[in-house]
């Protein structure tokens, strides 16, 4: 199941204005040109931030997300995306050039075989030569010591000022749990959100790729993040 973060309507209505401006999207437009992607696939696509960013490219993008309170957003922004409700694993053959995961959502498959499901539904959804993209953090980054931040209030349109508090939970690596905690200022209704990622280390990562018929091009850094992301770029064999 998604995280409330994403899953309830009232944190999808607030998710584009916290997350900021996405600095980190037009590196997987730049990827797309570069492999001459024109069928693109977003896995957990979210509100749907990099799939219009891809269609306004004249691109065919299919965004995939199972959580619908972040689809019914991201289907007001761009009707020109195909959005399909569900998960990697649900997808059939789509002949898609490129398939992308940005953000956290490699990281959300916190068991080997969460994530093995993941990259085989990937791969039949993918043509044969079809390439995947994404990211994940860097283990020994350790991000998660610059989580415990002060909060933070944004104006959100249509809602008010919403209050975001983030704390970390837990520490158990390779697994990481934390709580983002809204709270809605006009009304003082309060929404918290738990999630738990799992970080892989660079090694693990090109191992389970291998393992379900990827083959790893290269490994770039993020631009706007140097030395805190791997960016995967692997071709379906």
């Known amino acids: 199941m998604p995280d ?28 797309a040109d570069e492999l001459a992607a024109r069928r ?49 694993t649900t997808l059939p053959p789509l002949d898609a050039d490129l398939a992308v995961m940005t953000g956290n959502v490699a990281q959300v498959f916190l068991t080997d075989e969460d994530w093995a499901a993941t990259l ?53 690596l390779p697994l990481v749990s934390f709580r983002v905690t809204y709270t809605f200022l006009a009304d003082g209704s309060v929404v918290p959100s738990d999630s738990t990622l799992r970080f892989r280390g660079q090694d693990e990562v090109a191992a389970s790729l291998r393992e379900q018929g990827y083959r790893v091009l290269d490994v770039r850094q993020a631009p706007d993040r140097p030395d805190r992301e791997f960016v995967f770029l692997a071709r379906a064999e």
């Open 120 to 172: 085989r539904g990937i791969r039949t959804a993918l043509r044969p030569g079809g390439h995947l993209v994404f990211e994940t953090r860097r283990p020994d980054y350790r991000a998660w010591e610059t989580w415990n931040a002060p909060p933070r209030t944004r104006e959100v349109p249509g809602i008010g000022e919403v209050e975001e508090r983030f704390e970390v939970t837990e520490v158990r």
């Open 40 to 88: 693109v696939l977003d896995i957990g696509c979210g509100t749907g931030c990099l799939a219009v960013l891809l269609a306004e490219t004249g691109r065919t993008v299919i965004g995939v997300d199972p959580a619908e309170a972040s689809l019914d957003l991201a289907r007001a922004k761009d009707p020109r995306v195909e959005w399909r409700h569900g998960d990697a």
């Open 4 to 31: 409330a973060l994403f899953a309830h309507p009232r944190l999808a209505a607030v998710y584009d204005v916290f997350d900021g401006d996405r600095a980190d999207l037009p590196a997987y437009v730049r990827i």
